[in-house]
């Protein structure tokens, strides 16, 4: 992987290997596939207005569309949310608590160099460079709802894979039964990190049969480019059956452990957030009602409401993680 400075960080080919027109033609063909694919769902208005969309953005990650038969209930038959509201009204608290502050501040964090440390219970630790991690596997394009525990709803287009294939990668011992998720905490570059409320740095955990659930997802990108940095860059998880805060981003550090690790939510407010956060209508937050939720970048405060689905809508594909479990005591 050769680095040039003021290029973005994903593999390139060399600029002899490509043409800027043939990029362009790249990005057209990934489009039209995606908005053949889609046809009769949400992704198809997606990919059309975006296939019409000027030249190419230098960042773009192509990826497959997910075939709905290996991943069911990958591809939701929902209309994303504009790029605009997925981009500029985040939840990202190292850089802020408005919504509007990730987008404000989120581009000066450096993100390449990156790397991602395997640590913990696994046969193989070792530190990943980003470029490896991006290289593992073919992208694919995975539709899913993002439920925020707020009360409010996106649907965002990822691009990744699962993260089961790194997982498989490093080979985790029979003793792990959790891995925890470490994020990047970086007090020059995030002026959230000098006020209170979590302890960083922004940490997070799954069971490790959820961390391995195909729809479970290392995303490096959204839209078809790669994640802005108030997203998460360069790489995140996605948790789509679980409220949003269980999906952390700008990953440093992924952890096999033996016990149930703290969360950064947890640690905070344990009588309000629990380690599994499922999705759930029936198991209100302490404070509100979970029943239903405002989805984001369709009319504003004044748009209808969407009920809130058991599992985010999940509730057939990762049901029976959590056969015979109390989801009201393990919320
Ligand atoms: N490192 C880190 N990851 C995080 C958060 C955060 O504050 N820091 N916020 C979480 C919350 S509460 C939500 S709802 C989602 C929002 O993701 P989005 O901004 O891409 O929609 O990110 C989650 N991941
Ligand atoms: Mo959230």
Known sequence: MRKHPGTPWFPQPAASEITPQSIFAERRR????????????????????????????????????????????????????????????????????????????????????????????????????????????????????????????????????????????????????????????????????????????YTEGLRLDEALHPLTLLAFGMYGRVLPNQNGA??????PWKYGFKSAKSLVAIRLVEHMPATAWVKAAPHEYGFYANVNPGVPHRRWSQATERPIGQGGLLAPKRATELFNGYAEQVGSLYSGMDLKRYY
Not at 234 to 239: F, G, I, K, Q, S
Request: aromatic letters at 10%.
């Open 234 to 239: 360069p790489v995140r998880l996605v948790v």
């Open 30 to 201: 990934l489009l039209q596939l995606l908005a053949a694919s889609g046809a009769s769902t949400g992704l198809t208005a997606w990919a059309a207005r975006e296939a019409l969309a000027a030249p190419a953005a230098p960042d773009t990650l192509p990826a497959l569309p997910s075939s709905p038969s290996t991943v069911p209930g990958a591809r939701l038959t929902a209309t994303p949310t504009p790029y605009a509201d997925a981009t500029g009204y985040n939840n990202f608290y190292e850089f802020g608590y408005d919504k509007e502050d990730p987008a404000r501040y989120a581009h000066a964090m450096p993100t390449r160099p990156w790397s991602v440390r395997i640590e913990g219970l696994v046969e193989k630790p070792g530190t990943w460079a980003l470029e490896d991690l991006l290289r593992l596997q073919p992208m694919e394009e995975r539709i899913y709802r993002l439920r925020c525990v707020e009360g409010w709803s996106m649907v965002i287009p990822w691009v990744g894979y699962p993260l089961a294939a790194l997982l498989k990668q490093v080979q985790p011992l029979g003793s792990a039964k959790f891995v925890e998720f470490v994020t990047r905490a970086d007090r020059e570059h995030m002026p959230g990190l000098r006020r209170g409320g979590l302890d960083w740095p």
